[in-house]
């Protein structure tokens, strides 16, 4: 089956759904894809206030925003495909989508935005594979979204925001939270989750790495173990731990498959969470009509995310004259003004010199990459 | 570990668990067990305190829940004969058969 559509979005977290509010609002035949049966991506599992920016969203749960947008998005005359996979997108523009029950379905649409989220990353030790070691986002969905805890008694590994959030959303809903262990010296969440955490007596236990899962079926214990300065264990510091689960919060990855697949240039940003599609202010990459938005562009926060989104709608809408110039810069700027407040901060200026350094390669990457159109033309003028 | 402690009934965000949910009934393995009207096939299955999805193909070894978003392929498991079905994005229906993978699922582990 072959369908046709003016944008195509695909993922319906903060990122996608922001976007598709611009696109709607400006009465675009526009299609949102999601992989799950609810739209709202990760924010449906945040239960803890937003922190940050007050203008923007902070003191707001993320089940909470996630509502919003869905209720804004359903009043918009948008078409939402629920348990929809994107299956890959080809380097001529069509997606090709398993959709449910109906098969696969390609779909050519004249704009793209990916807005695909991230993967968690995970690290090896001894059983790492075990049943019952799991991600952060994991544990999140089973207890937040669907109230089943996965364990009763947890060792939580990595204390950046995700860990400590978590840490203290599983203490929320009636788990044991037994230590937080950190490989690095150092907590390196923000200092609120890190008091959260400290008045609830859970240990946060630094320079200390986790060395094995024990158990033959299941995780029933763990060995862990102080490590020097390069993480390398110290022998004779080793320690069994009784648990039954062991959570994983070692950051994020950036979800590029579709957009290398589309032939996007991919560039390695430590900083903004490894290998990511280079693309500019407007977030269209080097592919005219790809643009990139959220976690699958630089690992940051649900509230950066949405105003990605939003600036991918607007230049969306703009390039398929929707908008006019004028009208579309004065709305682009408001949202932009919103991002460089979010990213304001030491951590913040550096995301944004990168995000600038980004924006100069799209700019030479569209000027110099292969394109076959462009590569067409000159081969005809050549002849 | 008990059902009962297994889901969430109190929560200080949240709130309390709904009084009157629908509940249906899926088997796995040969045992029938209680599955709240929307949830993915892995909430119900975890609640029902059993964490082992499928076993490798080459060395056997048992996998769980990793990811619940659909991306790692570590909850692969045969639902209604199909084999590969990630169940942490597959809601339940009544009356559902699910299996526990062995392998690629084909012969479920069976040498043929």
């Known amino acids: 089956m072959g369908r046709n559509a003016e944008v195509a979005i695909i993922g319906g977290g903060p990122a996608g759904l922001s976007a598709a509010v611009e696109l709607g609002e400006v009465q675009s035949n526009c299609i949102l894809m999601d992989d799950h049966s609810q739209v709202g991506g990760q924010l449906n599992k945040q239960i803890h206030k937003f922190f940050g920016s007050e203008k923007h969203s902070a003191g707001q749960r993320g089940i909470d925003i996630a509502k919003k947008l869905e209720e804004r998005v359903s009043l918009l005359n948008i078409e939402i495909w629920p348990e929809s996979t994107v299956l890959d997108f080809d380097n ?7 959709k449910g029950d109906s098969g696969i379905v390609d779909l050519m649409a004249d ?17 790492w594979t075990l049943p019952g070691i799991m991600g952060a986002g994991a544990l999140q969905t089973m207890m937040n979204l669907y109230r089943v805890l996965p364990g009763r008694r947890v060792l939580m590994v990595g ?28 907590i390196s969440g923000y200092d609120v989750h890190r008091r959260k ?19 033959e079926k299941e995780v029933e214990g763990a060995v ?56 500019d202010a407007d977030q269209q990459t080097n592919i005219d009509s790809v643009y990139i938005v959220g976690d699958c562009c ?23 004259n929707l908008l006019d110039y004028k009208t579309a810069m004065e709305k682009k700027n408001v ?41 067409e033309k000159c081969l005809s003028n050549w002849r | 570990m008990g059902e009962k402690l297994l889901r969430v009934e109190k929560h200080p965000v949240l709130g309390d668990a709904k009084q009157k949910e629908s509940w249906i009934s899926i088997t796995i393995d040969g045992r029938k067990i209680k ?30 829940l990793f990811c619940a978003i659909g991306r790692c392929n570590d909850c692969l498991m045969i639902v209604d004969g199909k084999a590969n079905v990630r169940t942490c994005i597959t809601p339940v229906r009544d009356g559902m058969i699910v299996e526990t993978q062995k392998g690629d699922g084909k012969s479920n582990g069976k040498k043929c």
């Open chain 1, 92 to 98: 001529e523009g069509c997606l090709w989508v398993n």
């Open chain 1, 111 to 127: 704009r793209v935005i990916i807005a695909t989220g991230a993967n968690e990353n995970t690290f090896p030790f001894q059983n």
């Open chain 1, 159 to 186: 204390a950046g925001n995700v860990g400590l959030i978590v840490a203290y959303q599983l203490l929320q809903a009636g788990a044991e939270v037994i230590a937080i262990i950190e490989s690095a010296n150092k």
């Open chain 1, 197 to 215: 955490i400290l008045r609830t007596g859970v240990p946060i236990l630094t320079s200390t790495s986790i060395v094995s899962a024990l158990g």
């Open chain 1, 224 to 279: 862990i173990s102080s490590v020097d300065d390069e993480f390398r264990p110290l022998p004779g510091t080793e320690r069994q731990l009784a648990v039954d689960t062991i959570c994983l919060a070692v950051g994020l990855s950036p979800l590029i498959d579709l957009a290398w697949s589309r032939g996007c240039k991919i560039v390695n940003e430590p900083l903004l969470g490894g290998w990511i599609p280079v693309h």
């Open chain 1, 298 to 320: 630089s690992i940051e926060e649900a509230s950066v995310a949405m105003e990605e989104g939003r600036i991918a709608g607007i230049s969306v809408a703009e390039s398929m």
């Open chain 1, 335 to 375: 949202a932009k003004k919103v991002l460089h407040e979010l990213r304001s901060g030491p951590l913040g200026a550096t995301v944004r010199t990168a995000k600038e350094r980004l924006s100069k390669s799209t700019t030479f990457y569209r000027q110099n990459f292969f394109h076959p159109t462009r590569y």
């Open chain 2, 35 to 64: 599955a709240r009207e929307g949830e993915p096939i892995a909430s119900a299955l975890i609640a029902s305190g059993s964490r082992v999805f499928r076993y490798t193909l080459k060395k056997d070894k048992p996998r769980g």
